[in-house]
T-cell receptor
């Protein structure tokens, strides 16, 4: 049973470019959340996708967008890259359920460096 | 805005020592989670505490949720080099859909 997978592992871009990161959720999971983790900090919530729609969004600009496909896989797109976008981007998958007992499984992340 | 603070920020100890790390907030959380993250990997869930005053044990790790559900602690007994990593606490946000994370405590256990 494969866990959460992300691609690519590492990515180097220059300012102003655009990037697409990909995530495949754990088998059986239908919800995907994206987090940004800057060096030395905890993950910050970007947005969550469920049923192919963005359900909740954190405090990130519109340069950050996403998509979820019918097979539950997801993409994170970042336009007009800034130096400050350099971070580890984490994808977490979970199974939709009510209450606080949501268990998220994280992928290994994509390390994005913007030069 | 819900915020979680963690202390200490860094901790370096010798193998065999005991340690406690803390997670605090001015907000009440219905539950808190603890994760461990190793370099190059995503966070891995260790435990979820849901009841004020609750204590959970996971081998040498003891987790406690404060009575007022605003704080939590993680105590490690006889630390081992394999315990090295970033320890993160997280709680559900106001919408209950996702999680607010603390900045983490980076633990280094030296052999």
């Amino acid at each position: 049973d494969a866990g959460v997978t992300q691609s690519p592992t590492h990515l180097i871009k220059t300012r102003g470019q655009q990037v697409t990161l990909r995530c495949s959720p754990k088998s059986g999971h239908d919800t995907v959340s994206w987090y940004q983790q800057a060096l030395g900090q905890g993950p910050q919530f970007i947005f969550q996708y469920y049923e192919e729609e963005e359900r909740q969004r954190g405090n990130f600009p519109d340069r950050f967008s996403g998509h979820q496909y019918p097979n539950y896989s997801s993409e994170l797109n970042v336009n007009a890259l800034l130096l400050g976008d350099s971070a580890l981007y984490l994808c977490a998958s979970s199974l939709e359920r009510r209450g606080d007992f949501r268990v998220q499984y994280f992928g290994p992340g994509t390390r994005l460096t913007v030069l | 805005t819900q915020l979680l603070e963690q202390s200490p920020q860094f901790l370096s100890i010798q193998e065999g020592e005991n340690l406690t790390v803390y997670c605090n907030s001015s907000s009440v959380f219905s539950s808190l989670q603890w994760y461990r993250q190793e370099p190059g990997e995503g966070p891995v869930l260790l435990v979820t505490v849901v009841t004020g005053g609750e204590v959970k044990k996971l081998k040498r790790l003891t987790f406690q949720f404060g009575d007022a559900r605003k704080d939590s602690s993680l105590h490690i007994t006889a630390a081992q080099p394999g315990d090295t990593g970033l320890y993160l606490c997280a709680g559900p946000d106001n919408y209950g859909q996702n999680f607010v994370f603390g900045p983490g405590t980076r633990l280094s256990v030296l052999p």
